[in-house]
């Protein structure tokens, strides 16, 4: 349910809802095999929705005054952990190793749904508090 994702802050619960339906959209229509044409456009989409996502937190975090905090320090290592992970996955689409499909799916689904309910849970929690103090 989108609910478990929601952080209190609107453009970034937006894009959660957004991010959700993209998920299980390619999740319907994937499989563990693949074919590498659907890989790049997984890898597309998602690396677009990331690259707007993060700067919609950097924006937040800055306006909530939290750009130094360590909370975000953190969270920005989990953001450069994902782009490492993609451009890995991108290599392993172009040289056609096999497993690549499936291994995306998995840490698709899995670093993405830890990642909204619980790094952008506290991030939310923060950036709410400093709002509503």
């Not at 339906?21 to 693949?34: G, V």
């Not at 690259?51 to 905090?69: M, R």
Request: charged content about 20%.
């Amino acid at each position: 349910m989108i609910v478990h994702y929601l952080t209190g802050v609107e453009r970034i619960d937006q894009e959660h809802i957004q991010l959700v339906r993209t998920l299980n959209e390619h999740f319907a229509r994937s499989n563990p095999d693949m074919n590498l044409s659907t890989v790049f456009t997984m890898l597309a989409d998602f690396n677009a929705y990331a690259l707007t996502h993060f700067a919609t937190e950097a924006q937040e975090t800055h306006t909530a005054g939290l750009e130094n905090s360590v909370l975000w320090q953190m969270h920005q290592g989990e953001h450069e952990y994902y782009q490492k992970r993609m451009q890995e996955f991108q290599g392993q689409a172009q040289g056609d190793c096999p497993g690549t499909a499936e291994h995306l799916r998995t840490f698709m689904h899995y670093w993405w749904l830890n990642h909204l309910c619980d790094a952008d849970q506290k991030l939310g929690r923060a950036i709410m508090a400093m709002r509503h103090p």
